[in-house]
C-alpha cells in the first residue's frame, strides 16, 4: 500500500531546532558536565560538523552513526547530521563486535561519530563495512587507539561557505530497537510525523503548531523548564525527552556518568535546580527516592518524575511520595515503533501514610493509561475493541506511524500491517485491555508472555505484585520449561538490603493479589536482578537463569548505564 504524503514538509528537525534556536539564542540549551551550551553555541557546532560532513562527501539521505555515552557531542552530532541532510543511526554503546557489525551494515552507515574508547570494537569490524568511509573519533581522556579524524579538529576546519542541502519533513529518522529477541531493527520514520508522534509539547487544549515560525514564538513565552536526562541518549526514552525540551527552548541536564550513582544524580539535579527527572522504571527511581529520604532538604526544586520504558510501581510512588507529598509522578507509555502514546499521572492520596499502606497492598493500579485518539486495542482482525470490553487485544496506533523497518520488508508487513478498511497500524508489541472509560489498562509484551497449561501469563502483571512486597527490591517474571503445564511461571527476586523472605511467605503474598495460574511455582532469590542499559528487565539472562534448578553463578548484572 503506498503511504501518502505528510503535510508538514516544513516540519523537518533542524529547521524546528534552527527556528528555536535563532529565537532563544543566549538562553541555555544544554548542560553536560562542565560544560554549558547555549542554543547559539549548541546550533553553531551542529552546523560545523554538518559542514565537515558535506565537506567529506556525505550526501542527502545517507546514514550517519552515533557510538557515544551521554555528552555533549551526542547531541551535536545529532543535530548536525539532520543539517547536513543525512540520517542519524543511534548506537548502543553496550555492544559486542557482531551486534555492532550488525547495526552499522544493515543501516548503510557511510561515517561514524565514536568516542575513543568505544573505537577499538569498531576497529574489530571495520574491514566488515566497505559502505563506512569515514570516522570522527570525539576524545574521552582515553588512549586513542583508532584510526580517524579529531572531530573538534573538524569542527574547528569546517569552511563557513559550505552549501548545505535543504531539509524536509519528509527527510528521515532511523531509530535502531533492540526488542526482546535477535538482532536490532531501525525504525524508519518520517521527521514530520516523529515530531508530532514523540517531540511535541504544548499546553493542555493548545493546537498543533502550523510552522516551525510558531514551534520558536511558544519557545519564547514558555516556562524555562530543566530537566535531568537519565536514559541514555542512545535510546528513545532519553533521546525524546532531550530533543522535546530542546524544540520547546528549556533546558536540558545530562548525566553523563558512566554507571549509575543515585548521590551523584542528586548531586547534579540539585546543583542545576532541576525541576523534572526523567528516568526508566524502579531500577533507577527508587535508590533516588530512598536516597532523598536521607537527605530530604536536597532538590527543593524538583516538583516532577517522568517515567518511560516501564511504570513505577505503588510501592515506590509511595517513596517519593514520602520524601515530598507533592511531587508529581507520571509513566508515559509509547515505544520505538509508536512515538509516545499516553501516560498514566499517580493519583494524589490525603495523608503519606494512607498513600503508602494502599501501594504496600497492591491496591491501586499502575498499569492503566490515558492514552489519545489514534491508539487503540485491536481485535485478531485488527478492528479496535469497544470501551469496557473483556477481550485481551493488541495496543496499537494508527495515522502518524513508522514507514516500517528499514531494510527489512517481512518485519514490517507484520509490524505495520493494513486492516480491511485501508488503514495502516503500528502494533506496539504489548497486550492490554479497554476500560469502561476508554483508558487502556497494560497487560505486557506478547513476545514473552507465558503459556502455562493454556493460560496466559503476561509477566508485567505478576512482576508488580511481586514487587508491591515490602521486602523485594526487584523481579523479573519469565517462563521455564514444565511437562505437566507446557511453562511454568518462575520469579528472579532481588530483596531489600537486610530483608529475609521465603519462598513460601512471597508466593502467598501474591497468591491474595493475582489469580492462582499467575502466582510464581518458582522463586529464586537473587542478589540482583539484571537490566539493560535503560533499567528495562533483561529477560534473555532471566530466561538463562530459568532453565536451571538453581541461580547460575553470575546473578549480579550490570549498571543500568554501564557499558
Aim: glycine share 8%; aromatic share 6%; proline share 6%.
Amino acid at each position: 500500500m503506498s503511504i501518502p504524503a505528510s503535510t508538514d514538509v516544513p516540519f523537518s528537525l533542524s529547521r524546528l531546532f534552527a527556528a528555536v534556536a535563532d529565537a532563544v539564542p543566549d538562553r541555555t540549551a544544554l548542560v553536560s558536565g562542565s560544560r554549558r551550551l547555549t542554543y547559539r553555541s549548541l546550533h553553531e557546532r551542529s552546523l560545523r560538523l554538518a559542514r565537515h560532513l558535506v565537506e567529506t562527501g556525505v550526501r542527502r539521505g545517507e546514514h550517519v552513526a552515533v557510538l557515544a555515552f551521554n555528552r555533549a557531542e551526542w547531541v551535536e552530532s545529532f543535530l548536525g547530521i539532520l543539517r547536513a541532510g543525512a540520517v542519524p543511526v543511534n548506537v548502543n554503546y553496550r555492544y559486542v563486535a557482531g551486534e555492532l557489525r550488525h547495526v552499522l551494515a544493515d543501516s548503510h552507515a557511510v561515517a561514524l561519530v565514536v568516542e575513543d574508547s568505544l573505537a577499538p570494537t569498531v576497529a574489530v569490524v571495520r574491514s566488515d563495512l566497505p559502505r563506512l568511509r569515514h570516522v570522527l573519533l570525539v576524545a574521552d581522556g582515553s588512549a586513542r587507539e583508532a584510526e580517524g579524524v579529531d572531530y573538534e579538529q573538524a569542527l574547528a576546519s569546517a569552511r563557513g561557505d559550505t552549501s548545505l542541502p535543504p531539509t524536509s519533513g519528509e527527510d528521515h529518522y532511523l531509530l535502531y530497537t533492540g526488542g526482546t529477541t535477535g538482532y536490532p531493527k531501525g525504525v524508519l520514520w518520517r521527521q514530520a510525523d516523529i515530531f508530532r508522534a514523540a517531540l511535541e509539547r504544548r499546553a493542555p487544549g493548545a493546537p498543533r503548531a502550523r510552522t516551525p515560525e510558531e514551534v520558536a514564538e511558544r519557545a519564547t513565552l514558555c516556562f524555562p523548564q530543566r530537566m535531568l536526562v537519565l536514559g541514555p541518549l542512545m535510546h528513545a526514552a532519553g533521546q525524546w525527552n532531550a530533543l522535546s525540551m530542546l524544540l520547546c527552548g528549556k533546558r536540558v541536564v545530562l548525566y553523563t556518568d558512566r554507571s549509575f550513582h543515585p548521590d551523584r544524580v542528586l548531586e547534579t539535579a540539585h546543583r542545576e535546580g532541576v525541576h523534572t527527572v526523567q528516568l526508566v522504571g524502579d531500577a533507577m527511581a527508587r535508590p533516588l527516592a530512598r536516597h532523598l529520604l536521607t537527605e530530604p532538604g536536597l532538590c527543593p526544586e524538583l516538583t516532577s518524575v517522568r517515567s518511560g520504558g516501564t511504570p513505577l510501581t505503588p510501592a515506590v510512588r509511595a517513596l517519593w511520595h514520602a520524601w515530598r507529598g507533592d511531587v508529581a509522578l507520571a509513566d508515559s507509555y509509547g515505544g520505538s515503533e509508536t512515538g509516545v502514546c499516553g501516560s498514566a499521572t499517580a493519583a494524589e492520596q490525603d495523608g503519606g501514610g494512607q498513600e503508602e499502606a494502599q501501594a504496600l497492598s497492591g491496591a491501586s493500579d499502575s498499569r492503566s493509561f490515558t492514552m489519545g485518539g489514534s491508539i487503540a486495542v485491536l481485535d485478531d482482525s485488527l478492528r479496535p475493541l469497544p470501551p469496557g470490553s473483556p477481550e485481551v487485544g493488541r495496543i496499537a496506533r494508527t495515522g502518524r506511524i513508522p514507514l516500517g523497518y528499514y531494510n527489512d520488508p517481512l518485519a514490517t508487513a507484520r509490524t505495520f500491517p493494513t486492516d480491511g478498511e485501508g488503514r495502516r497500524w503500528a502494533l506496539s508489541g504489548d497486550f492490554g485491555t479497554r476500560a469502561a472509560d476508554g483508558s487502556i489498562v497494560l497487560l505486557g509484551r506478547g513476545s514473552v508472555v507465558i503459556n502455562t497449561a493454556g493460560e496466559k501469563v503476561y509477566p508485567e502483571e505478576v512482576e508488580a505484585a511481586l514487587k508491591a512486597h515490602p521486602s523485594v527490591e526487584d523481579a523479573i517474571v519469565v517462563p521455564a520449561p514444565d511437562e505437566r503445564l507446557g511453562q511454568r511461571v518462575t520469579a528472579l527476586v532481588s530483596l531489600a538490603r537486610n530483608a529475609r523472605l521465603e519462598e513460601a511467605e512471597l508466593r502467598a503474598y501474591c497468591r491474595v493479589r493475582l489469580a492462582g495460574f499467575k502466582v510464581p511455582r518458582t522463586v529464586h532469590f537473587v542478589d540482583r536482578v539484571r537490566r539493560t542499559a535503560v533499567g528495562k528487565q533483561d529477560y534473555r539472562w532471566a530466561a538463562s537463569v530459568a532453565r536451571v534448578d538453581a541461580p547460575a553463578p553470575d546473578t549480579v548484572g550490570p549498571d543500568p548505564l554501564s557499558r
